[in-house]
């Protein structure tokens, strides 16, 4: 539902669930009369989930009022999560019939000031714009933004006629300048703009999803699998991005095949500042009658693959110092054995990723070298993972039940490579609400 405060002072909100229209939404100005008729002041808004809306926070004044206020508005501990067109959208004299589609710039009739942001997170959806920002000239002041962050493949809007948010806004923490206006720092991929990401598994499913997006992001790809007509298909898909994607065909399962296509990668491309392992097998079965070839297949795919590869990036990382970041692409089954018939060996690989991982940031961490690494082990995924290890049949029947897809376990790595240099999250799972995996 659509959860709107209008006017009024000393108005406390909290615990809400907001779901489509226009999230959590403010709106001032519906009369031409008083400005006592167009008041809203000391207003605090906390512990809230906005899904899928088209803005998240959504702060308007319109512009057939009078004069009103907008005055102290706090919110704190508040989740976006897929809004469709903004994360945070303040518009001053809003209307369907003006600004932003006209070009008329707003009015100062209505003042926001002392607008406080607290801990306010989440993901807008590819399209969408996490900041839209629209004020008149010293109409908005004393805006408190403190760790903002919402995260989104485009960068925060401005309206071309309008100045906005002036120097006057106070800022906690680290500080951003980005599109006119000043918030507490935002999540971004902008240092690894131009720069060299591999991405193993890049043919299909979660791999090929965080491919297009790093590509989008403005990386040079290097996608990495034993398909690599369909990378190369997909490339032919991207070109016009701000990055590329170049493919590359690697057995993950043979040294020598990915020690060459890790030298032919930095020789054509340059040094490596991201690794996304991905790459991974499950072939149906059981250990106690199992097939000793799928399981030497999964244990060097999911372990060995993944422990060379990331030898080979680290490597070209100490060379270059390079202040890098590595992915391995985990499991929920490599932190609990639950009951799933015919997991076979695959929990036991991907316990071995959570070890392996740990292991190597204690060794990177020894060094002192400049590179993070980061567990991310996503629950069920609706890819073609489940159709390989079990049938057909098999894979058709798991669409009944709730599950990731393939663009969340992508958004979830953007979101650990966007992080600033000093975090590094050293383990993210991600599952489907209500769903243990």
């Not at 060097?300 to 692409?329: C, D, F, P, Q, Y």
């Not at 969340?408 to 000093?422: G, K, M, Q, R």
Request: glycine share 8%; proline share 3%.
């Amino acid at each position: 539902m659509n959860c709107t405060v209008f006017l009024g002072s000393n108005i406390y909100v909290h615990h809400l669930t907001c779901y489509g229209s226009h999230g959590i939404s403010i709106s001032v100005g519906f009369s031409n009369d008083s400005i006592e008729q167009n008041t809203l002041s000391d207003v605090l808004i906390e512990d809230a989930l906005i899904f899928e809306a088209m803005s998240g926070i959504h702060i308007k004044t319109h512009i057939d009022a009078g004069v009103g206020l907008i005055r102290n508005v706090t919110y704190r501990n508040i989740g976006i999560i897929g809004s469709y067109s903004y994360g945070i959208c303040i518009e001053q004299n809003y209307t369907n019939r003006a600004v932003p589609n006209t070009g008329a710039p707003p009015l100062s009739n209505i003042p926001i000031v002392e607008l406080n942001f607290f801990n306010v997170f989440g993901a807008v959806k590819a399209a969408a714009l996490p900041y839209y920002v629209i004020c008149a000239k010293g109409a908005c002041s004393d805006w408190n933004w403190n760790f903002v962050h919402i995260f989104g493949q485009r960068c925060p809007g401005a309206h071309s006629n309008v100045s906005l948010v002036p120097i006057s806004v106070k800022i906690l923490g680290l500080v951003e300048k980005t599109a006119g206006f000043i918030m507490s720092y935002s999540l971004s991929l902008k240092r690894f703009e131009g720069k060299l990401a591999v991405v193993t598994g890049a043919s299909s499913g979660i791999g090929k999803a965080i491919a297009e997006g790093l590509v989008k992001y403005g990386l040079v790809v290097a996608g990495v699998a034993r398909r690599v007509k369909r990378i190369v298909e997909h490339a032919k898909q991207l070109r016009g991005a701000k990055g590329k994607l170049v493919g590359f065909k690697c057995d993950l399962t043979k040294e020598e095949d990915i020690l060459e296509t890790f030298d032919t990668i930095t020789e054509e491309l340059g040094p490596i500042h991201v690794l996304v392992n991905n790459a991974g097998v499950r072939l149906g079965g059981t250990v106690i009658d199992g097939d000793i070839e799928k399981l030497k297949t999964m244990l060097n795919t999911n372990v060995l693959g993944l422990a060379i590869a990331t030898r080979e990036a680290v490597k070209s990382m100490k060379a270059h110092n390079i202040k890098g970041h590595i992915i391995n692409v985990n499991s929920v089954a490599g932190h609990a054995v639950t009951e799933f018939p015919r997991a076979n060996l695959y929990p036991t690989t991907k316990f071995a990723v959570t070890a392996l991982t740990e292991t190597i940031r204690l060794e990177i961490n020894r060094e002192k070298l400049p590179i993070k690494i980061t567990s991310l082990s996503p629950g069920v995924v609706l890819t073609e993972f489940r159709e390989i290890a079990d049938g057909k049949e098999s894979a058709e029947a798991s669409l009944k039940n709730p599950a990731l897809v393939a663009e969340d376990v992508a958004d979830a790595a953007f979101y650990i490579l966007s992080t600033p240099e000093h975090v590094n999250v050293k383990e993210l799972i991600v599952s489907v609400q209500g769903r243990f995996a």
